[in-house]
């Protein structure tokens, strides 16, 4: 599969916190503005993927509103953030194999006006592990991960600074993205001045729940060439785990279904952590890109931190990192938008926050805490 | 003065977790051991992913276990916890096999890395019965 398909066009809804409108109707808005990016009609999408967890709109829906008459391929995954590049993976695969030509893979989400994570305003998402837990107060993803972070924090050592430093970094770098919600920098006092959501994570260790829908338009990479931007080629696509870290099989919660799953990457990649030029790393909270910097190979496990506190992550370093502010300041659309940005880095048209000469991107889905799988995209700039 | 919290949720077991749940009204902390390779396993299920074997049997463990991480709650997430933030939750690893752990309450004492605890059976109901935790003497 590899370079063969290309992503050809990007599309955002603007990123608020209510959107006013239902998620059929930011998703529409998405995918039109990404077919328009492409020079694509709406007319030749006869493939839709998307991922959700019972928040947002269907594939036949969407079908049905865009006027697609044959809908040759589609996919609804069950999943967070864990599925959000395994269903860009997958619609490369049933473009490589020719059962569709142009797929669009969207997220539309009201993550902030209507269902919030962690069952605020909806039911719990139904998982086998919730009766051991949500009796306890423990059912929303800032205790899950603070979970995590903690025995990060016991067992290697790591400190509230160097979470502090992914925060400071990412919102020096929303500075110059005029879709985040949050543009206003801050120093690493005004990190450890904000208050306490779960411990170890204060608010700005928490990404911004957010209303908003983005989309990607995929087509064989032989196709991209002739359309109206530079393509962007999916070097590597890969997903996996299976051991959710509640069971006993996954007793260290320091490593990620992400660290296993990185070898097959950078192998169908032909490419290692060293080629990337740079990385959009799922930061639901700021922990998460930590142990991503460690389970990717860019250093070693328990390094994390103070490979962040180096500065190495910031534009201008040796990696910069969620050049967009990620999450934490664009805001959470789930995981998509981390494509998004990758694309726009990889076309040279990410502005003021450009890495210059990028080539090579990586980005990555959650590591695979709660739901135990992961998934990622190695994308290369095309000809 | 404001009106008390709503109630918390219950525990709702399933099929593969009855026993366990039954095991705390009766005072002993339960867990499946496979009758092939006779490891222990948590959470409950139906098959041993080590030697694939279907046959199990529930055993009471000492109930005392080492905390391995932990989360101090500040923000009210859902009204049933008004009054209790912040209140600490703990991830416990058991004594009798390391990669056994438990999440549960902790009482009696602020977490901290490595505290030594032992499980507390705290009863709501007739029906119900919860895991806590608290220093082990």
């Known amino acids: ?383 | 003065m404001s009106a008390a919290a709503p109630p918390k949720p219950l525990p709702y077991p399933d099929r593969d977790s009855l026993p366990f749940w039954q095991g705390l009204r009766e005072g002993e902390l339960r867990v499946q051991r496979c009758l092939g390779c006779r490891a222990l396993r948590w959470p409950p299920r139906a098959v041993c992913n080590r030697c694939r074997r279907l046959e199990a049997e529930w055993v009471a463990l000492s109930g005392r276990g080492r905390v391995v991480s932990w989360v101090r709650t500040h923000q009210v997430f859902a009204p049933a916890w008004r009054d209790d933030v912040p209140f600490d939750v703990v991830t416990v690893a058991l004594d009798e096999q390391e990669d056994l752990q438990l999440i549960g309450r902790l009482d009696g004492a602020p977490a901290r890395g490595d505290l030594r605890v032992r499980a507390r059976f705290v009863r709501v109901d007739a029906e119900h019965t919860l895991l806590h935790w608290e220093p082990a003497p």
């Open chain 1, 1 to 383: 599969m590899r370079d063969r398909v290309a992503i050809a066009g990007i599309g955002w809804t603007e990123l608020s916190k209510n959107s006013g409108v239902s998620t059929l109707t930011l998703a529409c808005r998405a995918i039109l503005a990404a077919l328009e990016d492409a020079g694509i009609g709406a007319d030749e999408v006869d493939g839709l993927a998307t991922h959700r967890v019972g928040d947002s709109v269907l594939p036949p829906v969407l079908a049905h509103s865009l006027g697609i008459r044959d809908l040759r391929w589609h996919l609804d995954t069950f999943g967070g953030g864990s599925a959000s590049h395994a269903i860009v993976g997958q619609a490369a695969l049933a473009l490589d194999a020719g059962l569709s030509d142009t797929v669009v893979c969207y997220r539309a989400i009201n993550a902030r006006s209507e269902f919030r994570m962690g069952g605020i305003g909806r039911p719990l998402v139904d998982a086998v592990e919730t009766q051991y837990q949500a009796p306890y107060g423990y059912f929303v993803p800032p205790q899950q991960f603070a979970m995590a972070a903690r025995a990060h924090m016991l067992r290697w050592g790591t400190t509230h600074e160097q979470l502090g430093a992914v925060a400071v970094a990412q919102r020096a770098h929303a500075v110059h993205n005029e879709r985040a919600q949050q543009r206003r920098p801050i120093t690493l006092d005004d990190y450890l001045a904000s208050r306490w959501v779960v411990e170890p994570f204060r608010l700005f260790d928490c990404c911004l729940e957010t209303d908003g829908a983005v989309a990607l338009v995929l087509v064989r990479a032989d196709r991209a060439r002739d359309l109206r931007r530079r393509p962007v080629l999916i070097r590597a696509a890969t997903w996996g785990g299976g051991f959710t870290l509640y069971s006993n099989e996954q007793p260290d919660p320091t490593t990620t279904a992400a660290a296993a799953m990185a070898k097959r990457l950078w192998s169908q990649a032909g490419l290692g952590p060293a080629d990337v030029d740079v990385a959009e790393l799922y930061d639901c909270f700021t922990y998460t890109v930590l142990v991503q910097l460690e389970d990717y190979g860019f250093c070693k496990k328990g390094e994390g931190g103070p490979y962040a506190a180096s500065g190495a992550t910031r534009l201008g370093g040796s990696l910069p990192v969620n050049t967009h502010g990620g999450f934490l300041c664009e805001g959470y659309v789930h995981g998509l938008n981390h494509v998004c940005e990758a694309v726009s880095q990889l076309r040279g048209d990410a502005g003021a926050r450009q890495v210059e000469g990028a080539e090579v991107a990586l980005s990555t889905s959650q590591p695979g805490y709660v739901s135990g799988t992961t998934s990622a995209l190695v994308l290369r700039r095309g000809p």
